[in-house]
């Protein structure tokens, strides 16, 4: 049975870091290219960032850019969101997702997708 399992989400303030990880329980999660959206309340899910299998291509919304950071441990099958400077408008459930095509913004192109994790960011 496939398994996303997301953490390291909390409540913090802005200008503050957190980082989040997604635990996988896929057979080659080395195959699978990854990514991370999130949906703030009352919206739809946005993407947020991407890598590829290698973890050598990354890809970043335009929102996240230059703040945060993807990344992935294949030996622990593990994928990362480092997020700093953060900001009242990154508060949203963070949902990271598996397969589909490297870099797709589009939710239905993953196979699969873990519970997500609450960030909340205080001004």
């Known amino acids: 049975q496939v398994q996303l399992v997301e953490s390291g989400g909390g409540l913090v303030q802005a200008g503050d870091s957190l980082r989040l990880s997604c635990a996988a329980s896929?057979?080659?999660?080395?195959?699978?290219?990854m990514a991370w959206f999130r949906q703030a309340a009352g919206k739809e899910r946005e993407f947020v960032a991407a890598?590829?299998?290698?973890?050598?291509?990354?890809y970043y919304a335009d929102s996240v850019k230059g703040r945060f950071t993807i990344s992935r441990d294949n030996a622990k099958d593990t994928v990362y969101l480092q997020m700093n400077s953060l900001k009242p408008e990154d508060t949203a459930v963070y949902y990271c997702?598996?397969?589909?095509?490297?870099?797709?913004?589009?939710?239905?192109?993953?196979?699969?997708w873990g519970q997500g994790t609450r960030v909340t960011v205080s001004s």
């Open positions: 890598i590829n299998w290698s973890g050598r291509r990354t």
């Open positions: 896929l057979r080659t999660f080395s195959n699978y290219n």
């Open positions: 997702a598996a397969g589909g095509v490297y870099g797709s913004q589009i939710p239905s192109s993953y196979n699969y």
